[in-house]
């Protein structure tokens, strides 16, 4: 009766969230007095999940698999899930598990608690914090069924390192057929993902056009960040609607979060709140976003930046 | 084709989030409430359905009577008939066993749903009402067009975007990009006027088993001071990113 998370992988190799899953599995299971079972889809190496806290590994190696497909990833973990008795199953907050995470959730007849931000914090009955009213409160949610489900935000937990034995075990689910298809998918490889970043670097309207967007760029590339924007941004279509960061936008959990020239709506902020560290640059010092913020610079982006980028360069050079 | 949008009723984005009853309930008093911003996407691209292919669109919620103001503005939007399902819910899995009824019981073909809903966020009910009507499902759809029984769909995923092909009956959680915001409709005096001549008919629910229950609100600790930085001492701000937030 093990506690079991599936972990992410991408190409074959975890994802960090992955990983991060796998840590707050193991304060589950610790909790529970019980081990952690990771079901893992075409994934290589399945060694460094013995790292954070796995005991056991059912490695699916399934070429139909290869593509993300939420209804029969569902059955899939839906089989594992029904083979190790499982009573808790713990996913991560990616697009990829809130798709599937609902199908899986009446497969199971299992209650499911997204955007999870910590470890239960009683497990009679079994009480998790999530966010609310996007960001701008928790709630303590009980899970009454037999079997929980609950999806972790990403960045909430943390990775904790806990070695343990690990054992792995082929296993064999059966495919069932799908009714959605994929045609075609359009991945930018190059660039971070809003969704993966560590950090993000984010413009708005203050930037003036899309032509002055190499420095918002190079500001990314130094800090190995992704780019993003405001809403009025992609309105105007100096960039893509996949980067707008809102409401209506990307919701983004990063680390560190720099908005420059965006004043801060509160849609735009709705979209930022769950980020730990956010820094604001903007020519006006009444702009909302210097309340929202942990850091700020009042003065021209288009001084400041090119200033920032050549310290950070400093910085990275010192510290290499 | 038989068309039923979801229509969530949260409170206004700009609404101040307190709670009441030792903090166990969302106080609503002085809160405006609207249509779910995702389900309104999700409204105008039927409306699109509506014009171009004929479709048939009703608007649903589970709810109090006091929904019922956003419902007459769907239908004042141009849906043809609204349902209430008359039950507050606890969970999202209420609420699609609730809505998964209603549309067995009057086979629609899509159902369309915003994403997720603004207060609660939790992102289930399209799936789960997927699962449950046994129907084909997208998530994060930005993209849809539906012909005969045939429909493609896209979907925003992490890092890039996704075209699938799939047939109706099928469920999609909609957001921004299946109709752009300039586009939304918005109601004009003669729809509101019509609106009030359509029916909305009262749904009685059938309350199944309850799966997760809220047991109270936190608000988030207050937040710090800003600490501002020269704009002539940029250096001091990747210090302070450094050795304080230590994020770089």
Known sequence: MSVLVYTESDKGTFKKIALETASYAKTVADQLGTTVTAVTINADDTSVLKNYGVNKVLKVSNKDLDTFNAQRYADVITQACNKEGTKVVILSSSADSKYLAPILSVKLNAGYASNVVDAPSSLEPFTVKRTAFTNKAFNFSKIESDVKIVGVSKNSYGLYENSVELTEEDFSPSIPESGVHQKSINKSSDKVSIADAEIVVSGGRGLKGPENWGMIEELAEVLGAATACSKPVSDLGWRPHSEHVGQTGKPVASNLYIAIGISGAIQHLAGINASKVKVVINNDPEAPFFKAADYGIVGDAFEVVPKLIEKLKEFKAQNA | ?248
């Open chain 2, 1 to 248: 084709m038989k068309i039923l949008v979801c229509i969530s009723h949260v409170p206004d984005t700009t609404s101040k989030i307190n709670f009441t009853n030792d903090n166990t309930e969302f106080d609503k008093n002085g809160v405006q409430f609207v249509i779910n911003p995702n389900d309104e996407f999700g409204l105008t691209r039927a409306m699109w359905f509506k014009e171009k292919q004929g479709a048939s669109v009703d608007v649903i919620n589970v709810g109090g009577a006091e929904t019922e103001p956003t419902l007459r503005k769907a239908l004042a939007i141009g849906a043809d008939a609204a349902i209430r399902i008359n039950t507050n819910p606890k969970d999202g899995h209420q609420v699609a066993i609730e809505l998964a009824n209603v549309v067995k019981e009057n086979g629609y073909d899509l159902v369309i749903a915003g994403r997720e809903s603004i207060d609660y966020n939790g992102g289930m009910v399209p799936g789960m009402l997927a699962e449950i009507l046994g129907a084909n499902f997208v998530a994060n759809c930005i993209g849809l067009e539906v012909e005969g029984d045939k429909a493609t769909a896209v979907r925003e995923m992490d890092g890039g975007k996704e075209t699938v092909e799939t047939s109706l009956p099928l469920v999609i959680g909609g957001q921004k990009g299946l109709v752009e915001e300039k586009d939304l409709k918005i109601p004009n005096m003669r729809g509101i006027m019509m609106a009030r001549q359509k029916p909305l008919n009262v749904v009685e629910p059938s309350n199944p088993e309850i799966f997760t229950d809220s047991v109270k609100f936190e608000k988030p600790e207050p937040k710090g001071e800003i600490t501002l930085v020269d704009a002539d001492n940029v250096g001091r701000l990747v210090e302070l990113l450094h050795n304080e937030a230590k994020v770089i």
